[in-house]
Structures are given as structure tokens and as C-alpha cells.
């Protein structure tokens, strides 16, 4: 039985499953894990991004007419430089 | 280590790198070292308007710790190999994918 | 153990030397000159060093000299063909003094329009603000 001793056991028993980043600048990832180091570097495959974009932030200084917008992209194969890690959560295990 | 193998294994082969501020560029991947600094040859640049310092190189080199995102060839990845040597916990030394 | 591998990197950087290059630093500044030396943390030494402010089609210069520059301040260092910098269309080359308050309020902007996106992200969706110094590039 695995257990879990230490904080990067918890991401090497979500190898290879869908685990959620959330990333420094306003950004989020799911994808499938394959790889980590221990600067908590990631290479995911079939990566959805979730980028946060304010819009009707152009008027300087800007109006109350500013809104969060979600934009998505994918990606097939990606490497996640460590240093811009959040948090990384497993996938939900019922 | 693991991760440098697995760029060192991407040599010559086409990678787009996404900085932390916000520039993408695609190459050819020439090199990379244990900082995972790269060397890009035959570079294009996303949205080249933006940066127009950028229209004259053709090659680059760039620090390790400014990148955000590499995209990889999914298809020069295994990610079989990729789960067991991080399960192991150590560089794939061995492995005849290291080359 | 880590010491007997190679500096593959920063060793390609061989041939760079003596070429004119295109340094990228954290804060956004341009600078162009001459690369003379460098190591493994991409410390780098310029000369002729000068600095390239961009607004619309024109550039500008600023001449500076000799450089080091620490490495963790590059973003990125490019090698200029020579050949195709100069067949850039509609490119040409201003007074500093003419473009740079131009190029301040481009800088302005930007960091207005930035701090008032982290600040709104903050207050609705709870993301952290960066902080004042880092990926301000």
C-alpha cells in the first residue's frame, strides 16, 4: 500500500491521471501528468489553459466597466517550468 | 536531471518556448543545459508586431529561469518512459532514450 | 557529479562571440552590442552597448558603452542578421530624445493597465498580485 510521507508523493501517485496547476499569472491547467522534478518542473499531455483576461481595462485609469473574462486554449504535449507552480491538486479519488 | 534528458532528447527538433513575459517563439531546438537555458535556431516569433526588436534574430538563446511554458512534439514524447523514470526517482541515465 | 556535465548551453554561446547580439533584460529594456565574454549564468559583457527604444515604425538609440550584465536580468539574447535588419520595411531611425517620451508612455500605460487587471483579479477572483520587482518584463 502506498502512502504518503512526504508532499511530492502526492504528485508521483497522480502520475499518469488528470491533475489540476494553478499557475502564477492568472493562470490554471489541467492536463494528464507524466513527468515532475523536484523544482516541481511538469510535463502534462492534452493540456486544457485557463487564462483570466480583464477587459475594459484600457481606459486609463479604468472605469468601473472593467470584467474577468476566462479565455481557454489547448495543448498537446507542454513543459511547466516549476517556479511558476502554485499548487497542484490530484484528481478526485471516491 | 530527468527533465534535461528529456530536452536533451528533443534536439532538432521544432518547440515553441513561451516566456514569462508573454513572448512565444518557436524553433528548432539546438541545445539545452542543465539550467534548461535554450538555444533556438531558425526562430519565429507569435504576434512579431508586437516585438519588433525581435525581426532581425534568427537565432537566440534563452535563460532557463524566464520561461513559462515549452510546448513539446507530442509525437517525439514517450510518456510511458516519462512515468517509470519519474516513479524511479532518478535520470533515465541508462536508458538507450537518452542517446 | 552535477560539475562533469557540460555547460551545453552556455558553450554554443561560442559562436556568438564577437557578433553583434540583441540583449532582452527583465524590465524590457532593449540593448544592442557587441558580445566579448559570458559564462555559465549568462553574465554577460557588452560593447559599443546601445540601448533600442521602439514606438510604432521608428526606433531610437541610446549610446551606452561597456557592459557586464548579471545574468539573471536577461530574458533572452538573439543573434542580429545583419543582412535582414537592415531590409526591414518602413523601419527608420529617430533622435533619442524625439522618441523617448513616447516610448515612456507606452511603458506607462502598459504598467497602468497591468497593475489595474492584477488589482481586479485580486479583488473578484483571488489571485495573487505580483510583487513590485520580478516579472515586471
Not at chain 1, 62 to 87: S, W, Y
Not at chain 3, 45 to 62: Q, S
Request: net charge negative; glycine share 8%.
Amino acid at each position: 500500500m502506498e502512502t504518503i510521507q512526504e508532499p511530492f508523493d502526492l504528485i508521483r501517485l497522480s502520475l499518469s491521471e488528470r491533475v489540476f496547476v494553478k499557475l502564477r499569472g492568472d493562470r490554471e491547467l489541467t492536463g494528464i501528468l507524466h513527468a515532475y522534478d523536484g523544482h516541481m518542473n511538469l510535463i502534462m499531455s492534452d493540456v486544457v489553459e485557463t487564462i483570466m483576461l480583464v477587459e475594459g481595462v484600457d481606459a486609463v485609469p479604468p472605469g468601473p466597466g472593467a470584467t474577468v473574462k476566462v479565455a481557454t486554449r489547448k495543448m498537446d504535449m507542454l513543459f511547466v517550468r516549476g517556479d511558476g507552480v502554485i499548487l497542484v491538486s490530484p484528481p478526485s479519488r471516491t | 536531471m530527468l527533465i534535461f534528458s528529456v530536452f536533451k532528447t528533443l534536439t532538432d527538433q521544432q518547440v515553441t518556448v513561451e516566456l514569462k513575459n508573454d513572448l512565444s517563439i518557436t524553433g528548432v531546438l539546438k541545445s539545452v543545459d542543465q539550467f534548461l537555458n535554450i538555444r533556438l535556431d531558425s526562430i519565429k516569433v507569435l504576434d512579431e508586431a508586437r516585438h519588433p526588436h525581435m525581426m532581425a534574430v534568427k537565432n537566440c538563446f534563452i535563460r532557463g529561469s524566464v520561461v513559462r511554458y515549452v510546448q513539446l512534439p507530442s509525437e517525439h514524447v514517450d510518456t510511458q518512459l516519462l512515468e517509470d523514470a519519474t516513479r524511479r526517482g532518478s535520470s533515465p541515465r541508462s536508458h538507450p532514450f537518452i542517446g | 557529479m552535477d560539475s562533469l556535465i557540460p555547460f551545453t548551453t552556455s558553450g554554443s554561446l561560442v559562436d556568438c562571440v564577437d557578433r553583434k547580439m540583441l540583449v532582452v533584460l527583465r524590465d524590457g529594456r532593449k540593448l544592442h552590442g557587441v558580445l566579448r565574454s559570458y559564462d555559465q549564468f549568462a553574465n554577460l559583457v557588452l560593447e559599443d552597448t546601445v540601448e533600442r527604444i521602439y514606438h510604432g515604425n521608428a526606433f531610437a538609440e541610446n549610446w551606452h558603452g561597456l557592459f557586464l550584465i548579471r545574468g539573471e536580468n536577461v530574458v533572452l539574447l538573439g543573434e542580429i542578421d545583419l543582412d535582414l535588419e537592415d531590409e526591414i520595411p518602413q523601419r527608420r531611425q529617430v533622435e533619442y530624445a524625439a522618441l523617448e517620451p513616447y516610448h515612456k508612455n507606452d511603458v506607462e500605460v502598459k504598467k497602468q493597465r497591468e497593475e489595474a487587471k492584477a488589482q481586479i483579479l485580486y479583488e473578484q477572483k483571488g489571485f495573487c498580485k505580483e510583487g513590485g520587482e520580478g516579472d515586471g518584463y
